[in-house]
């Protein structure tokens, strides 16, 4: 049976390590678990990853002594190192991690011998899923597929606002954290994170949807972890009691408590399937893939990833800034352009003198015109104030000849008026006196 064989080897391995020393043992080991991958019998392998395969990319791990990220964040003044990625204390004051952020950020950094082993373990057909904790998205720039990958902690590729929960724009957020800017939403002005599962968040339901692989894991290879942090350090327990782990880390981690942890000796269960490597992620998956016969596929593998994507960092870089080429070329264009002599462009301190005095005319010349343009609108508003001064006089002058004409007219329709009545009286007066003289 597959276990009866691993034991075999594990038997055989114990014996000669009594002989050779540790590092038989260790390569003893690694060749049980290379003979379960050849043979067939390791199908199903989910490799769990932690921050000590990203190390040999320039990127800290959290807690190793003197070079870890918790012992270097007293710039920082936090109240104790796990408050950088701490929810309430980001809230209250984000400006510390996305200093930080700006030092660990994804496209700084190059994918490790161990992540493309993993990829190694991907082509061959044998992955069943990728646990990382680490938040540097390194696994899928060493070109794993995303469904391939659960990020238990997140990562850096996508950000939300705090309050309105809005997707923010991968390239904005990126540009923003390095302008030194702390991300604000667009819409309601909350604070934008990248989704990180900071300590007192719940983590990304894609964990949890994925625990049942475990129940199908072969073979489990956890590497460059302390396994402190829960529950990503309880995954190790979920598989079968018989199945394989290899734990890969410069010492040994999550030992035997009761019903849980690693049994390096065997001293706790009927079946011996638990294996130490002591050493580097790198060195540990070197030597495993040696075993395998993957050596040249691995180390080649890395070395085109990396001649790729630093092509492509390349190509981006340029993208962002003026080629020196490009800067002689229009410079050539436009000296042609504004027929610069030899001897000009060989004295560059005279040319930029007589620009200067060009300027200073052109400028003389733009204060006369200014000057003569002023004068000319205020001649302008001169004549027409005058001209608005004798219509007005005009106005008042007609106004004045109409009065008087209506004013003489009033008058003789009073004087017609009046001898209107004189004459009515005199007739009046006649009718009564001939009247007076009828009667008599």
């Not at 540097?136 to 309105?164: M, N, W, Y």
């Not at 991968?170 to 300590?199: A, N, Q, R």
């Not at 490597?277 to 080649?300: M, N, P, R």
């Not at 190509?315 to 020196?324: F, G, R, S």
């Amino acid at each position: 049976s597959k276990m009866s064989k691993q034991n075999e080897f594990k038997d055989d391995s114990s014996s000669k390590a009594r002989k050779n020393g540790n590092a038989s043992c260790e390569e003893l080991n690694l060749k049980t678990i290379a003979e379960l991958i050849k043979s067939g019998k390791a199908q199903n392998i989910i490799f769990m990853a932690g921050a000590g395969i990203s190390t040999a990319a320039g990127i800290p791990d959290f807690r190793s002594p003197g070079t870890g990220l918790y012992d270097n964040l007293s710039k920082y003044n936090l109240p104790r190192p796990e408050s950088i990625f701490e929810i309430q204390y980001f809230k209250k004051n984000p400006e510390p991690f996305f200093e930080l952020a700006r030092e660990l950020y994804p496209s700084k950094f190059l994918p490790t011998l161990t992540h493309y082993f993993i990829k190694l373990l991907y082509q061959k057909e044998v992955l069943l899923r990728c646990f990382t904790q680490n938040i540097d998205t390194l696994e899928q720039i060493a070109g794993l597929p995303e469904e391939v990958v659960v990020e238990a902690h997140g990562s850096f590729s996508k950000s939300q606002c705090l309050r309105c929960k809005k997707m923010a724009d991968p390239k904005w957020m990126k540009e923003t954290i390095f302008s030194g800017v702390i991300p604000k939403c667009l819409e309601c002005k909350g604070i934008v994170k990248p989704c990180i599962t900071f300590f007192g968040e719940s983590l990304p339901e894609k964990f949890f949807l994925h625990l049942p692989d475990f129940n199908r894991c072969d073979l489990l290879i956890v590497a460059g972890t302390s396994l402190q942090v829960q529950p990503f350090s309880l995954l190790i327990d979920y598989v079968s009691s018989k199945t394989p782990r290899l734990l890969i880390n410069r010492e040994k981690v999550a030992c035997y408590t009761p019903g849980m942890g690693f049994d390096f000796n065997g001293s706790f269960s009927d079946v011996r399937r638990d294996i130490f490597y002591g050493g580097s992620c790198d060195d540990g998956v070197l030597e495993l893939a040696e075993l395998l016969g993957w050596k040249e596929e691995l180390e080649k593998l890395h070395k085109e990833g990396h001649e790729k994507l630093k092509e492509e960092n390349k190509e981006l870089a340029e993208e962002k800034k003026v080629e020196v080429s490009d800067v002689d070329a229009l410079a050539a264009e436009f000296v042609k352009k504004v027929d610069i002599s030899e001897v000009e462009k060989s004295t560059p301190d005279k040319v930029d003198e007589d620009k200067k005095d060009a300027n200073k005319e052109d400028a003389n010349k733009e204060d006369a015109n200014k000057e003569d343009a002023n004068k000319e609108d205020a001649n302008k508003e001169d004549a027409n104030k005058e001209d608005a001064n004798k219509e007005d006089a005009n106005k008042e002058d007609a106004n004045k000849e109409d009065a008087n004409k209506e004013d003489a007219n009033k008058e003789d329709a009073n004087k017609e008026d009046v001898k209107v009545d004189k004459l009515e009286k005199k007739e009046a007066l006649e009718d009564k006196s001939m009247e007076e003289t009828k009667y008599e």
